[in-house]
């Protein structure tokens, strides 16, 4: 288990998937920063339009920075590509206020099952 710092939007990561992100909000912001300082890892989760979920259902998929993509604006906006790595279930979270409310997880990751292709019969 780990924590890692959680973006939640409107999009589906998987591993080895590649998205672009604006980031502006100043808790992803906050995040940007941080991990630009350290390791340019964090998750993403989709958000749910279903609101009966409860956080030990929440799944996502970690992201590191593309580092050569990653560049601030100079009202403080970043642009950056990431790719998947490994999917993760949310065990619990909790917001920082010292990061803006940024949300962080405890997280397990899942090992993904190779996909075979069957064989023509």
């Known amino acids: 288990m780990i924590e890692l710092p959680l973006?939640?939007?409107?999009?589906?990561?998987?591993?080895?998937?590649?998205?672009t992100l604006h980031i502006f909000?100043?808790?992803?912001?906050?995040?940007?920063?941080r991990c630009m300082q350290g390791v340019a890892r964090f998750g993403i989760v989709k958000i749910?339009?279903?609101?009966?979920?409860?956080e030990s259902e929440i799944v996502?998929?970690?992201a590191e920075i593309i580092l050569?993509?990653?560049r601030e604006t100079d009202d403080g906006r970043w642009f950056c590509d990431v790719v998947g790595r490994k999917?993760?279930?949310?065990l619990d979270c909790h917001g920082?206020?010292?990061?803006?409310?940024?949300?962080?997880?405890?997280?397990n990751f899942?090992?993904?099952?190779?996909?075979?292709?069957?064989?023509?019969?």
């Open 7 to 19: 973006f939640f939007m409107d999009a589906c990561l998987i591993p080895g998937g590649v998205l």
């Open 25 to 33: 909000e100043p808790r992803y912001k906050a995040m940007m920063s």
């Open 48 to 54: 749910r339009s279903n609101a009966q979920h409860s």
């Open 60 to 62: 996502g998929c970690s």
């Open 68 to 70: 050569p993509t990653a």
């Open 87 to 90: 999917r993760f279930v949310v």
């Open 96 to 107: 920082n206020d010292d990061l803006h409310g940024l949300v962080f997880g405890k997280v």
């Open 110 to 121: 899942v090992e993904d099952i190779p996909y075979v292709t069957p064989s023509p019969e």
